[in-house]
Nanobody, 125 residues
Framework: QLQLVESGGGLVQPGGSLRLSCAAS????????IGWFRQAPGKEREGVVC????????TNLDSVLGRFTISRDNAKNTVYLQMNSLKTEDTAVYYC??????????????????WGQGTQVTVSS
């Protein structure tokens, strides 16, 4: 059974850090690109950042450049999202998803075929 499970979300003050994890099972993570998406209340889901099967990284959001870092540990079948200098506007449910292949594409939802259940990130003082 294909499955992605996110963890690591929570409540953090502005300027703080969180590390999200995305644990994969039922398939070999090394063959696929994995993306992180987020959806804030009342807003559409947006692609945040992706890591391809060869380790190259892509982001759609200038607002996370220099603050968010995606990485992968294929031996552990896990992808991580390190989020630093968090801002209130980063508050959202964060989802990881598996691309249909090894490339990140445009980090649009239609390009991804397996999704986790999401983890809530709340940035607030």
């Amino acid at each position: 059974q294909l499955q992605l499970v996110e963890s690591g979300g929570g409540l953090v003050q502005p300027g703080g850090s969180l590390r999200l994890s995305c644990a994969a099972s039922g398939f070999t993570l090394a063959y696929y690109a994995i993306g992180w998406f987020r959806q804030a209340p009342g807003k559409e889901r947006e692609g945040v950042v992706c890591i391809s099967s060869d380790g190259s990284r892509t982001t759609n959001l200038d607002s996370v450049l220099g603050r968010f870092t995606i990485s992968r540990d294929n031996a552990k079948n896990t992808v991580y999202l390190q989020m630093n200098s968090l801002k209130t506007e980063d508050t959202a449910v964060y989802y990881c998803a598996r691309s249909r292949g090894g490339l990140c594409g445009s980090i649009r939802g239609s390009e991804y075929d397996t999704w986790g259940q999401g983890t809530q990130v709340t940035v607030s003082s």
